[in-house]
């Protein structure tokens, strides 16, 4: 073997050598939960402690999300025909058990009650009133919005029809640019606002 066909050789397994020690960057994935409210949340009054016994008990039914909606990924709307599905930005778990725990947990607050039940507590604890939510439309929207559209209901253990229904269209604005932190903390501010609809007309039903 001549000098000339071992250096191409030679050449030839420095460059492999080169091209094996360069490593593919990794996509990093972000993930988020949609969050509850906390007694120092702006809006939100001092309260007093809450009680267990205080106040009627209710039922919280499993929070329902269309398809679209129903995934790991984070959803947004370019426009109104034309969602983009985020591989990086992802929820933290299934969102609409998100969703139901942070209602729970948004009712407790705003009630000033630990009498809030999962269907799974009825035989522990029998329900006053039941939600139940319908969630349409929770995106940030072509507009510069995060758009939360939910239909929703309040109804008594002992009667078929429902006391209250209801559409509630909510939105938040945000920047143009604004990043996945902005849009999730947008849609937690949504879904706050959804929960103080619902705990006002749970006070006024429990006054009946």
């Known amino acids: 073997m001549n000098h000339r066909v071992v250096g191409i050789l030679a050449m030839a397994l420095l460059a492999l050598s080169a091209c094996s020690s360069v490593t593919t960057p990794t996509q990093v994935n972000h993930f988020y939960l949609i969050s509850a409210l906390t007694e120092q949340d702006p809006g939100q009054q001092a309260s007093q402690p809450i009680v267990a016994d205080h106040g009627p008990t209710v039922e919280i039914a499993p929070v329902t999300l269309p398809s679209y909606l129903n995934r790991p990924h984070i959803v947004t709307r370019?426009?109104?025909?034309?969602?983009?599905?985020?591989?990086?930005?992802?929820?933290?778990?299934?969102?609409?058990?998100?969703?139901?725990?942070?209602?729970?947990?948004?009712?407790?607050?705003?009630?000033q009650t630990h009498r809030i039940v999962e269907p799974r507590q009825r035989l522990l604890l029998p329900a006053d009133l039941r939600v139940t939510v319908q969630i349409l439309h929770f995106e940030r929207s072509g507009d510069h919005n995060v758009q939360l559209i939910a239909r929703w209901r309040l109804s008594r253990r002992d009667r078929t029809e429902p006391l209250l229904t209801r559409r509630s269209d909510l939105r938040i604005p945000i920047a143009a640019d604004a990043g996945y932190p902005t849009i999730v903390a947008a849609m937690s501010q949504a879904f706050a606002a959804l929960t103080r609809e619902m705990a006002t007309e749970i006070t006024r039903m429990g006054k009946l």
Do not use: P
């Open 78 to 111: 370019r426009q109104a025909d034309q969602l983009d599905i985020s591989e990086s930005h992802q929820w933290g778990g299934e969102l609409a058990e998100n969703l139901s725990r942070v209602l729970e947990e948004n009712l407790a607050l705003l009630l």
